[in-house]
């Protein structure tokens, strides 16, 4: 049994963490050689004393451009081992938003990759050096960066050559991230995070997971952001695991590539990537053969159909998992039902980057945890139902613990929008807390709508049944004119594969046909006020942020696709 000391600094506690874990693996790329906790510790010393050459000092900000590795994670520890603060940016960012943060925060150094240089070139004011975390060499004249391996080197020569390194002393208040946020309703905040911050909710998803010393962690979300962060990584490093970086994007046959290779106990992944493989493997496998469509209309039936297709989906994930957390964004309540009737061992977690990010989830185990739910406050969190509907209960969701943020960035005005007076973070989600303690949330306080007989709908009801069906990939229900109407953005390789053979316009009618079809389908499962008076074909995908959730802001005016 690991004692666990809940320590309130990230130098420390990665500190405690070689010491107690030493030879074990810590962190690599998936399919090579891993660095044990020590050879992941002296590495983070050797380059935090290299940066501290370099002139890096307390309070300096260092970004973080970058796909996910071994590397970033190394560099990340040795940003904050010298009181500076780490800048991580989301990958996925277009060159605009880079340009935003990169301008404002005026950061000392820079790791990027090739695939993300490009997003710096035109950069008024470059940060003064930059690192390629690939190694990459730029041969243009437009700047000069240093490949990590050579970084690494000159690192290692310094510090063999003189006494340990001296480092400034870091408090547990000190700020270790500012992260931007990517939420659905705009403009985008920088949350200011502590070291104490991220360290009590690291300690707060240990509570929660049953995940022994030596198990391993498969990294394929992006730890940029803070769901797989703190999920994904500190929380390993408390536990003693290994986290491996898939190092590619977690295509179906990638991850069945890693997956047979790494066998994985733990992993995190945002509902789009369960909700693809429900709708493509079971829902597909159920379609195609009689029988088993109709065995599953019987609720014994599913369940045994459903308790064997999941063993495939264990064995399709390397056969050892034993917890894969599920956030970021809403799960379909049908792909829940699905994933609880065959025993796949998965917990829903529900937080955001102004907590670091987990406020409820499971705890793991927890039979009285309702399908639906987000479960319980973790540790050291607390939950309160503001200003609850005297019939449905339903009210503001707000928190308080250790985990929240000290601010936004330059931002005092945002800052004490987002606190109440007595020091809650309001959440901007709206919710209700069951008999058992579970939360549910029914949807954003910005995206609710309000029906001229004063009805409130939540969007995100709707479109859990429209995304059930596989013709669909996404949907935004959405008020216009007093009328409720949907955006949807059809599968398309499932139209083409049912559509072989035809022509456009046959293709277009089955469209239009499924369009109307869903929509007096889906009437029949909604009140009067909530029921769809149009259904329209969107022909892109709707813009998303990192964890998949659509900016539906950017849609509510866009009416006619």
Known sequence: ??????????????????????????????????????????RIMDLAALLQSRGVSPGDRAALLAENSHNWVTLYLAIVRLGAVAVPILPDLPEVDVHHILGEMDCQVLFTTQRQI????DLAVKPPIIITIDDYVDDNIVMTVQPFTDFLREAEKLTADRDAPSFPEVNSDDIASILYTSGTSGFSKAVQLTHANLCANGYSASGIMNIQPGSTFLSVLPISHTYEFTMGFILPLIKGCRVVYAGKPPTPAVLQKICAREQPHAMLVVPLIMEKIYKKKVLKAIEKSRALGFICRFKLGQRLIYRRIGAKLLDFFGGRLEIMGIGGAALNPEVENFLYQAGFPYIIGYGQTESAPLMAAGPQGDRTVAIGSTGKPVPGVELRIFEPDSQTGIGKIQARGPNIMQGYWHDDEATAEVFTDDGWLRTGDMGIIDEFGNLRIMGRSKSLIVMANGENIYPEAIEHKLNAYPFVAESVALENNGVLEALIYPDYEYVDAETSGQSRQQRNQYVDTHLEQMRREVNTQLSKASRLARVLERREPFIKTATHKIKRYLYAADKKA
């Open 1 to 42: 049994m690991v004692l666990l000391v809940n320590w309130t600094n990230l130098n420390e506690l990665v500190d405690h963490a070689a010491r107690q874990f030493g030879d074990k693996p810590a962190v690599g790329m998936a399919l090579h050689q891993p660095l044990s906790y020590r050879e992941f510790h002296c």
């Open 118 to 121: 490009d997003k710096i070139y």
